[in-house]
């Protein structure tokens, strides 16, 4: 058994996916109409047959408030591993990416988190080891 999608739950699948890929850098990989949305994911560049990141709409009545805890509690809906936190910091506050977080050492692990811009905090991380 292995994970081949994993979701987000975004509430706008359009800016979503420009966020996704324009500044965090990940690459289109499905894009397939589904009702009034899309099955809409999204990989690691040149990583074939890896993990995809499934950019699902919010518009089950049960996801806003979700959404809206974690973002008020300050919890990020995912991780992302980076090779350097306080590189991927400069870069994406260059591109005008708001963090909640900034770089923070905790034991072993560096993390930051900031808004995707559609409704989630993301943490990114670096471990020691």
Same mark, same amino acid.
């Given at each position: !058994?292995?994970?081949?999608?994993?979701?987000?739950? +975004? %509430?706008?699948?359009?800016?979503?996916?420009?966020?996704?890929?324009? +500044?965090?850098?990940?690459?289109?990989?499905?894009?397939?109409?589904?009702?009034?949305?899309?099955?809409?994911?999204? *990989? +690691?560049?040149?990583? %074939?047959? *890896?993990?995809?990141?499934?950019?699902?709409?919010?518009?089950?009545?049960?996801?806003?408030?979700? !959404?809206?805890?974690?973002?008020?509690?300050?919890?990020?809906?995912?991780?992302?591993?980076?090779?350097?936190?306080?590189?991927?910091?400069?870069?994406?506050? %260059?591109?005008? +990416?708001?963090?909640?977080?900034?770089?923070?050492? !905790?034991?072993?692990?560096?993390?930051?988190?900031?808004? %995707?811009?559609? *409704?989630?905090?993301?943490?990114?991380?670096?471990?020691?080891?």
């Amino acid at each position: !058994m292995r994970i081949v999608v994993t979701s987000i739950f +975004v %509430d706008d699948q359009d800016r979503a996916l420009d966020f996704y890929t324009r +500044v965090l850098g990940f690459e289109p990989r499905q894009d397939v109409p589904a009702g009034g949305a899309r099955w809409l994911t999204v *990989g +690691v560049p040149g990583e %074939d047959g *890896g993990v995809e990141l499934l950019l699902e709409p919010a518009g089950h009545p049960a996801v806003a408030p979700f !959404m809206e805890a974690l973002a008020a509690d300050g919890i990020p809906f995912t991780s992302f591993a980076v090779d350097s936190v306080q590189d991927e910091y400069q870069r994406l506050s %260059d591109l005008g +990416v708001a963090f909640t977080q900034p770089p923070t050492r !905790m034991g072993p692990v560096t993390t930051a988190v900031f808004s %995707d811009t559609v *409704g989630n905090l993301i943490q990114i991380a670096e471990s020691d080891g």
